[in-house]
């Protein structure tokens, strides 16, 4: 995506309904996708009014028209069952801030999309995970998600990324950049591609199944980063399950294996020490259980059978999508530097070899809590 320039943004501002005065206004966050600013308000005497603003990433999605069709479907469903729970709704989704002509986006005159939220206030993000009690947490928030949208009708959704985890179709798209390889990176990363090529039967787990028609398909996450969450400050608790940009018809692997490849890590998803990188069962129980304790009544033993291998799957996923965004120059992914998503290759690909040795235990940790649940 282009720069962002400062006319560009302030065009942004004056579209949406805010009320008082701009005070503040700064980058947030730290998103691989969408371009995040919280801005300041001071409204007369009611105080400080924070929001959120963000540049929605065309290149990744689309069709950002269909995306907020999604999120405000998903959002206005939440929080009947939020409120019905006497819960906060303020608090406990995302509320989105129409534009003056009272739509959910606004396309500036470059052609760009913008959207505004609610800010939440008194919660943070993480993007590591601190205690067991805290992916344990997360694990019960995305876990709640899935089982609050088991009854959205999931054929109203647009899918806002197409094959988003068709691994089969990542592997081909991968493998079409190596052929092409137009930036010349290819040579370079021969290991890396020998890894991808040895190991594409296992990471492609999913196809088979899902072509056999073994796997219900249900409304998932599909981005289930722990800084996908917000915690309440003073409770510690998960309070709100955010970024639902990629809330489509998936697995449940999909969420379980994506959370695990992220935050069960014994390193940062880009760190350089991939020889320190590999799945922390130590916490990964914690996620089993929360999200287990969520989900178990609604799934089948076919789909739990799959958990364990799902974060392989998914590491081994996430890292084609590096080495190919890598290869093709980095189009995707915001980078801070030139290595950046070799770095990241790397580290998933040092994760993924050590799921495999310990692909047993990561079983019979998911069938425990199965057990216990269901
Ligand atoms: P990206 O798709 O780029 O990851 P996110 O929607 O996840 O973008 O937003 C980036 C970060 O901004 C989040 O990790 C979170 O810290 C913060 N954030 C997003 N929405 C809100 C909100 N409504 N209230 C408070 N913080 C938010
Ligand atoms: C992106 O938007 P963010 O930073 O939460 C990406 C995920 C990847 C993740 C890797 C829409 O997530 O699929 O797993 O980066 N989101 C999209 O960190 O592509
Ligand atoms: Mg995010």
Redesign the pocket.
Known sequence: MRAITEQQKQEAIAAFAYEGTLIADTVYGS????DTFRLTFAVGNMGDLDVILQRMNAD?FPHPEQLMENIAGVTGFLKKKIIARGGDPERETLNIIPTVDNKPYYRDTNGDYWRSYRFITGASSFDQVETPQQFYESAVAFGSFQRLLADYPAETLHET?PG?HDTRARFAAFEKAVREDVVGRAAEVQKEIAFFLERKETACYFAGRLDRGELPIRVTH??T?I??VLFDEETRKALVVI?L??VMPGLVGHDFG?AIR?AANFVE?DSPRADKAGVNLNVYWAFAEGFLKETAATLTPREVETLGLSCFALACE?AT?FLDDYIVGDK??KIKNAEHNLVRTRCQIALAKDMLLKIDAMNAIVMDYYNRYR
């Open positions: 998103g691989h996708i969408n990744a990324i988003f599909n981005d980063k800084n996908n970024d940009d990629t994506d992220f998803e996430l999508r995707y992914f």
